[in-house]
């Protein structure tokens, strides 16, 4: 490490390696919750069904983010996987 040329190596934030969140959770997956919620609540007229679904999905998807911010992308490729390696 210290046989680096001078100026090649640059500290690197944090914040340009982590996503986009809104309101906690990766902004796909806010806009999806948000726009399905509302038209259970707002389109159906089901607000007891759609603003509780949406407060649980939210709460659901922010714990997931707290723990890993690419909770999103990982579910995804593990969805296209094969499943006959299991054990």
Known sequence: ???????YSAPLRTSLT??????GVPRGFA???????????L???QPFIGIPLWIVL???AA????????FMD???RHLAKP????V
């Open 31 to 41: 806009i999806l919750n948000a726009t399905t919620c509302a038209a259970i609540a």
């Open 58 to 60: 939210q709460g659901a």
């Open 63 to 70: 714990w997931a983010a707290s723990r890993d911010p690419w």
């Open 83 to 86: 499943h006959y390696f299991a």
């Open 43 to 45: 389109g159906l007229q």
């Open 74 to 76: 990982t579910w995804r």
């Open 18 to 23: 982590r996503p986009i969140l809104m309101g």
């Open 1 to 7: 490490m210290d046989d680096l040329p001078e100026g």
